[in-house]
């Protein structure tokens, strides 16, 4: 083995296991601000060391990587020049806005210098163990705080203090990562900021190909049933529709992929398909139309109604290119967050527009397209979980700003790992 070799593979050795810890610090460190190394949380550090390495790994490899990736990266740069940069300049003057609102996503492109990382199978395999028991354990704990709220309640407020104490920072002034909140029926919502992690529950339970538990129906069907009841006990309306999305969608795609011919515009029209059909959510703006169906709730319904007509109304006034990231409206949902909204898809399409979010897809979707081995014609059924998860996502997402942020951020990892990973398993279908 070549010197060159033999150093980029201890680099992606070293990159694993930064990626692991990164990986147990986001399912078990809460809100991630507790623990700080020189005044930066330990999420931040782990992945701001996992970027430099892959940018290490990338540049001492530069000569052997394919042309396609050189050019998705240039492509990148260029997006986050003009979205993050030139265009939140031209039209507001204030950059450091667009740079904390766009972060998350330019964290996500990190996947443009790591297309190979979760092609090294044993290293993905280990780490979608690690995903996926963190994921049992989380959705036990929602089931068990679920009951003890309707059997012991005392026992309930007292385990979600305990739980605030250990996820998040004594000085915060606000809740930031657990939500235990009674309702009306006096029962306990129990929801976290990470709780739409439940959803890649649906898709381990779903994935028959190199899952940790193939081969065991009855697991899966258990697992299924428990993520099912812990996404019931969030409470949280955008959970249930992305549970119902994914339950709804995945049949058809096991049968439509068998017919979308493998070349990049079928993967672009996969990509874009779940970002526009969620626009037939928005009459649930209005909250008569949830009242008629009795899942109306005063506050966060109101909110979202007016946060519409000002984004829809931003867009219109620029669709092709956006207002650029940092962008906001008349209506502002937080004070120091001024970009941050509940309608996020809106949002988005108002800060990029039609060319920005084409020409992040387009990126995108030629690394995927380039995962997949040549000789399958058609997409493989092994790819449909994934779609499903990635189509129940992106309709969560319609009204909570699931994807900012280093849960996001994580969880869009988490989908264009998997994507290439499970490529290399396209001829065992």
């Not at 490899?61 to 042309?67: G, H, L, Y």
């Not at 993050?84 to 330019?106: H, K």
């Not at 380039?370 to 009204?399: E, G, M, T, V």
Request: net charge neutral; with cysteine.
């Amino acid at each position: 083995m070549s010197k060159l070799m033999r150093n980029v593979d201890v680099n992606s050795k070293i990159k694993y296991l930064i990626f692991l810890f990164f990986t147990l610090d986001v399912f078990l460190m809460g809100s991630g601000t507790l623990y700080t190394i020189f005044g930066v949380t330990t999420r931040k550090l782990l992945f701001a060391i996992f970027c430099i390495f892959s940018v290490i790994t990338y540049f001492w490899s530069f000569q052997t990587k394919p042309i396609l990736q050189r050019r998705s990266i240039a492509g990148f740069v260029l997006f986050v020049t003009l979205w993050v940069a030139i265009i939140p300049l031209y039209i507001t003057g204030n950059i450091s806005y667009s740079l904390a609102d766009a972060l998350p996503l330019i964290g996500s492109g990190v996947y443009l210098l790591t297309v190979d990382f979760s092609r090294h199978e044993g290293s993905w395999i280990n780490i979608r163990k690690v995903i996926f028991f963190s994921l049992i354990a989380f959705t036990v704990l929602h089931i068990i705080l679920y009951g003890l709220s309707i059997v012991k309640p005392h026992l309930a407020e007292v385990a979600g203090e305990f739980l605030r104490l250990l996820w998040e920072p004594d000085n915060a002034p606000v809740e930031l990562f657990v939500f235990l909140t009674p309702l009306n029926n006096g029962l306990l919502r129990v929801y976290f900021g990470s709780s739409f992690f439940l959803l890649m529950g649906l898709y381990f339970a779903a994935q028959k190909y190199q899952s940790p538990i193939e081969g065991c129906v009855l697991c899966r069907a258990i697992v299924y049933f428990l993520v099912i009841l812990a996404l019931w006990a969030t409470n949280t309306r955008s959970l249930l529709l992305g549970a119902v999305v994914f339950v709804f969608i995945l049949p058809i795609v096991s049968r439509v992929f068998e017919k979308i011919p493998r070349n990049f515009g079928g993967v672009l029209l996969l990509l874009v398909a779940p970002f526009l059909l969620s626009f037939i959510l928005i009459p649930t703006f209005d909250p008569q139309f949830l009242s008629n169906f009795g899942i109306a709730r005063e506050g966060s319904d109101d909110l979202r109604a007016e946060q519409f007509e000002p984004l829809l109304g931003a867009f219109l006034d620029s669709p092709l290119i956006g207002q650029g990231f940092g962008a906001s409206v008349s209506v502002i949902r937080a004070e120091d967050a001024p970009y941050s909204y509940e309608l996020s898809i809106l949002a988005l399409f108002m800060k990029i527009g039609v060319l920005g979010f084409l020409f992040a897809v387009t990126i995108l979707a030629g690394l995927i397209y380039s995962s997949i081995p040549k000789d399958i014609k058609f997409f493989p059924k092994n790819i449909a979980p994934l779609y499903a998860l990635y189509f129940s996502y992106i309709f969560s997402c319609f009204f909570n700003p699931y994807m900012f942020g280093f849960f996001g951020t994580f969880f869009s990892l988490f989908l264009l790992y998997e994507a290439g990973f499970l490529g290399g398993f396209s001829k065992h279908d």
